[in-house]
């Protein structure tokens, strides 16, 4: 790590783990902090808060057709009935995917991200390589993933931003006509509700 | 083998969270540093956009070192911000950390 390059913050492993810990132990000896507010914090976005919060959206979406309405015209609102929202959530959009569009989320920024329904983003939503390929070359990132979009299918990229998340509204997979909202959710992957995939097909039985 | 292939076959007790098969974090702390930020924005210590806006700042100085991929590392960036943004506030200086990294580090494992 670190071969001679001019910036600071290069710690190698050990050291920033030393670091953080030095943080937290003067922020919470200067009261800025309650002892046990970085465990939670950390706590509930590692365990509490995770794509089933955006799965259970969008079955919703796929199971009742008012919801979905309201999900489509005011996106925080609708999230808001199921008990999602908060810190970081702020106004989400939900872009619909259909037979004639893709949606594909990115933020060119930085890492905006709809945290409060899809969790932490992953690892390769915050890499540069990602963020600037993905509006240059959409189908053939989207392709890399293991999605090859139809070539009669346009792409749209949505740009996220402080203010404005977008949350992709998959279409129900064929085959899932008699399937609960709880067995939808479970079809419901991450990379789809980010645009890079589609949800899963149906268990045969 | 790439860091983050490296970060991510780690096992045992540096084993890594993980949804949906992805790596949420890719070191313990990385999710004390993202508690941190967070928590401190919670607390009215500053506010989420100037962190924000610290943070893009920091990611767009380290692409533009045009730096190799492999040694992007999100948190790191996100941790520097951090410091900046506590310095100058007045909150945590630089040389304060370093004081209290040492005193930690010399205090033996129990």
């Excluded at chain 1, 995917?97 to 690892?123: A, E, M």
């Excluded at chain 1, 009669?152 to 949350?167: C, Q, T």
């Excluded at chain 2, 924000?52 to 941790?79: D, F, K, N, T």
């Amino acid at each position: 790590m670190g071969h001679g390059h001019d910036h600071d913050h290069d710690h190698d492993h050990d050291d920033v783990s030393l670091r953080v810990k030095a943080l937290e132990s003067l922020l919470v000896e200067r009261g800025y902090l309650a002892t046990d507010a970085v465990d939670k914090l950390a706590e509930a976005y590692e365990h509490d808060v995770g794509p089933m919060n955006g799965a259970r959206v969008v079955a919703r979406a796929w199971s009742d057709p008012a919801f979905k309405a309201r999900l489509l015209e005011d996106g925080s609102k609708a999230i808001a009935e199921l008990g999602y929202g908060g810190f970081e959530g702020g106004h989400v959009i939900v872009c619909e995917n259909s037979d004639d569009l893709h949606n594909v989320v990115v933020c060119t920024l930085c890492s905006c991200y709809p945290w409060s329904v899809l969790g932490l983003p992953p690892t390769w939503y915050k890499e540069p390589t990602y963020r600037a390929r993905v509006v240059v070359e959409p189908r053939t990132v989207i392709g890399e993933f293991g999605y090859a979009v139809p070539a009669d299918k346009a792409i749209r990229v949505w740009d996220s931003s402080a203010e404005v998340r977008y949350l992709v509204l998959p279409q129900r997979p064929a085959g899932t006509e008699g399937l609960s909202e709880d067995e939808l959710a479970a079809l419901v992957t991450r990379d789809s509700m980010i645009g890079v995939g589609l949800p899963l097909e149906p268990a045969r039985a | 083998m790439s860091v983050k292939d490296a970060v991510a076959t780690m096992t045992g007790s540096a084993a890594l969270p993980r949804r949906n098969g992805e790596l949420v974090f890719a070191a313990p702390w990385e999710s004390r540093a993202f508690g941190l930020a967070v928590g401190l924005s919670q607390a009215g210590v500053f506010t989420w956009d100037a962190f924000r806006e610290r943070l893009i700042a920091e990611i767009a100085e380290w692409e533009a070192a045009g730096h190799p991929a492999e040694e992007w590392s999100y948190y790191a960036c996100w941790l520097h911000a951090l410091e900046e943004l506590l310095e100058e506030r007045g909150i945590a200086t630089d040389a304060e950390l370093d004081a209290l990294m040492e005193a930690i580090a010399s205090v033996p494992e129990h």
